[in-house]
């Protein structure tokens, strides 16, 4: 089929998915372009500039490789001797250990067809409980919040335009300045109007910057803060008694957890001071419409669900849900973080946001996909519980694993990269030799973003068409076609396409009545150029860009605030480790950064991981700014350089999480899971910075 030059698509990357358009240049890349769109604005980052380097970047894998024993290096295959490699591997498993002796493991980057045929290939193919991905450890708390509190879980229940129009914002644990620049429009458009915003966060990142009012708690303790501002908000009058009297239940039993939450017990917890705490309610309570807005610095703890639901709390006792301009949400990491959580890669979940626990969901899967519902297996581990449950950890001993890279990005990593090296079959589906492919035994290489087409879904529920703008390279093949040829080698040789479109057209037949609906989306109607955000039940909807206009997603159709209490902390400073870690993202790298830093101009920009230090503690310790300094937790060690700044807590230590190796912030962070949606605490950690001898210093 000829393509429309230039190919109209959107990034590689974050959940902005921003607008692009791509024109081959004849030697296998392409030119990027940007287009405008309502929520990129015509804007792109630097990583959406140059996101067309990834095309014919170094290290792309062109031939599948394997090995010839466990110890013997991986040499290149034919695509037919790696597939049947990897089968045997899986069926020899199988034959030991039952179904659940393979785990398939998947990615909040992964196209909605792709995540979509993860999760069928693992309960139909393989039969498998053990299967989940790595958006587990971007979302999972946000979502589960989300649902207790409205019923349903999309990221912003309304779409990005109306950020640039509401009144008031509380921004919470995100620095979208550095990680989704063009995000910054609609924050101008915000303020240009007259706008307040107030950004909560333990640095004093490039949007704190931007804020109006900054507040700077200690890590971990933003469960207090929301409870405070409650706290605050009910006693200076500013809480909305019609709406909760209309629209909401719980709010006593909420406002009897919040009454422990004086101001001055908030400063002793948090470090934000009276006056500021009370800055931000009037900020909040003055507004004529205002959001609430919460990232990973809020959701990244052994208690992001209940964090969340403090921020939750906090919306609905001043009426915004809803409301016009209004509301609370949540800003999604991963390019399709929200719809590759909605179609059944996740270990509880059947396509269209269907529990696998419920049995009329099941009915209504198992006949999409043309199985008896009792063969679908029920529940499985959740991500970490799974990386850690692998070979050796006893559970699953061969791994199945598209597009993620846990060597890197998984909590307490150097347990998990010893859990995945004692795999008796690890494959691996990428488009680069990443830190997990190298331990890899059968490495596919894979198609990326503008090779092949598929849909996305946006942190605002809206379902975009990435467009194939050119070929693979000779040797590669898309994800599709490897379950495809998986599934055929393993007994199912129909019910695989290999064709976007007729994925998705299945995909929509199985979330049709679910929560999350796509039945009356299409390619064809997106090709079109509508603007479809879920649910869109049938052909003719138009979607629903704003969700609780009406009513909220649950029986009764009132949102529920839930009491929380801020709980000691997990892991609490002490002599050994007398500092607070916080890990994130920086601008320049994206994730674990297997393919970000192969793009030169980014890896030129930021080749090395660093650690934010204060000048207070810098001086303290006798350490220099630039000098490499060894980061170390209970779970394991990191040699970084410092990076001197006072937009740093000086209780508290930052570390990018986009490298491996000496470097990986990971092997720091803790892998307490929240207690409901199974998220590390990515977020929070004892730490201490040692120096290192002179030659190791440079
Ligand atoms: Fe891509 Fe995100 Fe940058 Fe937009 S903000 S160009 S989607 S990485």
């Known amino acids: 089929m000829s393509l429309a030059l230039p190919v109209a698509t959107h990034c590689p990357y974050c959940a902005l998915q921003c607008a692009m358009a791509l024109t081959p240049d004849g030697r296998g890349g392409a030119v990027v372009t940007a287009r405008d769109f309502p929520t990129s604005r015509g804007g792109l980052c630097r990583k959406g500039w140059t996101s067309a380097d990834l095309l014919t970047g170094p290290g792309r894998l062109t031939t599948p490789l394997a090995r010839a024993s466990k110890t013997g290096p991986l040499l290149p295959v034919s695509w037919d001797d790696a597939l049947d490699l990897a089968a045997a591997g899986i069926r020899a498993a199988q034959e030991r250990g039952g179904p659940d002796a393979v785990a398939v493991f998947g990615g909040g980057g992964l196209t909605n067809e792709k995540a979509y045929a993860v999760g069928k290939f693992a309960r139909v193919v393989l039969r498998t409980s053990q299967v989940d991905y790595n958006g587990r450890f971007c979302m999972s708390s946000a979502a589960a919040a989300a649902n207790r509190a409205f019923g349903v879980d999309r990221g912003l229940p309304f779409p990005l335009e109306d950020v640039g129009a509401t009144d008031c914002i509380l921004l919470v644990g995100s620095n979208v300045a550095e990680t989704m620049p063009p995000f910054m429009s609609h924050l101008a458009r915000q303020h240009d109007a007259g706008g307040r915003l107030i950004v909560v966060d333990p640095r004093r990142t490039p949007t704190a910057a931007a804020a109006d009012l900054h507040l700077q708690p200690q890590p971990g303790t933003d469960l207090a803060l929301a409870n405070g501002l409650l706290h605050l908000a009910i006693a200076e009058g500013l809480v909305d008694r019609d709406y909760l009297a209309a629209r909401t239940t719980g709010f006593d039993d909420v406002r009897a957890a919040c009454a422990s939450w004086w101001p001055a017990r908030v400063e002793r917890v948090t470090g934000v001071s009276e006056p500021d705490l009370r800055a931000a309610v009037r900020m909040l309570g003055a507004a004529s419409s205002a959001m609430v807005l919460t990232a990973r610095g809020a959701e990244q703890h052994s208690h992001g669900v209940d964090t969340v639901l403090a921020f939750t709390n906090l919306a609905l006792a001043l009426g915004l849900p809803g409301r016009p301009a209004s509301g609370w949400g949540c800003l999604t990491g991963q390019g399709n973080g929200q719809g590759g959580r909605e179609h059944g890669q996740k270990a509880d979940q059947l396509p269209g946001y269907r529990s696998i626990s419920d049995p009329a969901a099941r009915a209504h899967v198992a006949a999409v996909w043309g199985v008896d519902p009792d063969d679908l297996p029920g529940p499985g581990r959740s991500a970490q519980e799974l990386l850690l449950a692998l070979g ?276 720091l962070t803790d892998d307490e899971l929240d207690p409901v949606s199974r998220m590390p605490s990515f977020k929070v950690c004892a730490a201490r910075i040692d120096r290192l001898h002179a030659d190791a210093a440079r």
């Open 392 to 667: 050796d950890g006893g559970g699953p001993e061969a791994l199945l694993l598209l597009g993620s890279n846990p060597v890197v990005s998984a909590p307490n990593a150097r347990l998990v990269a010893q859990r995945i090296a004692s795999l008796s079959c690890l494959v691996v589906a990428d488009l680069v030799l990443s830190e997990t492919a190298r331990l890899a035994d059968v490495v596919l290489p894979t198609a990326q973003w503008a090779e092949e087409t598929g849909t996305m879904t946006n942190l605002e529920g809206r379902v975009l068409l990435r467009r194939k703008a050119l070929d693979p390279p000779e040797g590669v093949r898309t994800d599709l076609e490897v379950l495809a040829g998986l599934a055929e080698r393993l007994g199912w040789p129909t019910g695989f396409p290999t064709d976007a479109e007729a994925v998705f057209d299945e995909l929509r037949r199985a979330s049709a009545g679910g929560r999350a609906d796509y039945a009356g989306i299409s390619h064809a109607r997106l090709a079109g150029g509508e603007a479809l955000h879920w649910p869109c039940p049938t052909v003719d909807s138009p979607g629903t860009p704003r969700l609780f206009l009406d009513r909220f997603a649950t029986a009764d159709g009132r949102a529920v605030l839930v009491p929380v209490d801020q709980p000691e902390p997990t892991e609490p400073v002490d002599d050994d480790y007398p500092l607070h870690l916080t890990t994130g993202r920086i601008a320049m790298q994206y994730q674990s950064g297997a393919q970000t830093r192969r793009v030169v101009a980014l890896n030129d920009a930021a080749p090395h991981a660093f650690v934010e230090v204060h000048p207070h503690l810098a001086e303290r310790l006798g350490v220099l700014d630039g000098e490499r300094v060894k980061v170390s937790t209970r779970r394991g060690e990191a040699w970084l350089r410092t990076r001197v700044t006072d937009t740093v807590r000086s209780d508290t230590v930052f570390v990018p999480f986009h490298w491996g190796g000496k470097q990986r912030a990971n092997s």
